[in-house]
């Protein structure tokens, strides 16, 4: 069955940086795989953070140039650095995966599993 496993949050002041790192297991080849970051602060909507595939990689506007997303097809991990991070960024963070080959990389409906969340509080 597959799993999703996020770790890396915690706390950090304005400015400071955060590496998160989702784990996938139970099923193989992550690259042909859609793999997404999303966030959810207390009272709001899950968000789109960032998005990889095959194909290249997607932003929201509100990270852009902050924070890059990788993966490591070895290792069937995905990372979302964070860099300069805000106050706005606090949230729990999640790691999720789409197989059907959607292009709506943006859309948390389009994710078929996701992870239990990490969180990452950012505050003086």
């Known amino acids: 069955q597959v799993q999703l496993v996020e770790s890396g949050g915690g706390w950090v002041q304005p400015g400071g940086s955060l590496r998160l790192s989702c784990v996938v297991s139970g099923r193989g080849i992550i690259g042909m795989a859609m793999m997404g970051w999303f966030r959810q602060a207390p009272g709001k909507e899950r968000e789109f953070v960032a998005a990889i595939k095959w194909s290249g990689t997607n932003y929201a506007d509100a990270v852009r140039g902050r924070f890059s997303i990788s993966r490591d097809l070895s290792k069937n991990t995905v990372s979302l650095q964070m860099n300069r991070l805000k106050p706005d960024d606090t949230a729990v963070y999640y790691c999720?995966?789409?197989?059907?080959?959607?292009?709506?990389?943006?859309?948390?409906?389009?994710?078929?599993?996701w992870g239990q969340g990490t969180q990452v509080t950012v505050s003086s």
């Open positions: 999720a995966l789409e197989r059907s080959g959607s292009d709506k990389y943006y859309d948390p409906n389009e994710y078929h599993y």
